[in-house]
């Protein structure tokens, strides 16, 4: 009988290395600002770190993109960043959680919440302007974390056993 996906129960590494594979696509490709600055013809590639700092302010003069269209690419540049970050963490705890034979379905309810908390984490760093809502990122960073955690701690509690 052919299983395919997070049904599989063949294999103890599918559904780690699913989130896996989602988590590193969503922090490097779908949080990329490359494509909405080539859209607004600020993507140089020799130096595609920097173009926003170098030439954000000169669109915004010359009329390229609003002031609230480049606000939204540097929070974007930002949550890809931060989400770049956090996958380290959590691809450690992935990691240590299936090598430690921590049941595939504690793995994944792990992992979607780690997911869907950060694609809200996204979606609120993105869109959210106001300072006072945008202490939500905060809630939702800790639950990104919290997820990472319990995997860490159930790979403790299967390894003592």
């Known amino acids: 009988m052919l299983q395919i996906g997070l049904n599989s129960t063949s294999n103890?590494?599918?559904v780690p290395a699913a989130f896996l594979t989602w988590g590193w696509a969503y922090a490097y490709i779908m949080l990329s600002s490359r494509t909405p600055k080539q859209w607004y013809g600020l993507d140089h590639?020799?130096?595609?770190?920097?173009?926003?700092?170098?030439y954000g302010e000169a669109a915004v003069r010359d009329g390229k993109l609003t002031r609230t269209q480049l606000g939204r690419i540097q929070r974007l540049e930002a949550?890809?960043?931060?989400?770049?970050?956090?996958?380290?963490?959590?691809?450690?705890?992935?990691?240590?959680?299936?090598?430690?034979?921590?049941?595939?379905?504690?793995?994944?309810?792990?992992?979607?919440?780690?997911?869907?908390a950060r694609v809200a984490y996204g979606l609120v760093y993105v869109?959210?302007?106001d300072d006072w809502w945008s202490q939500i990122r905060g809630l939702i960073w800790w639950a990104c974390n919290a997820s990472c955690l319990y995997l860490v701690w159930a790979g403790t509690r299967t390894s003592s056993s």
């Open 45 to 54: 590639q020799g130096s595609p770190r920097e173009d926003l700092a170098k």
């Open 12 to 14: 103890r590494f599918a």
């Open 127 to 129: 869109f959210v302007e």
């Open 79 to 116: 949550a890809s960043a931060n989400s770049i970050d956090g996958y380290a963490f959590f691809g450690l705890s992935v990691i240590f959680a299936t090598v430690a034979e921590v049941p595939t379905a504690s793995i994944a309810v792990a992992c979607s919440v780690y997911s869907v």
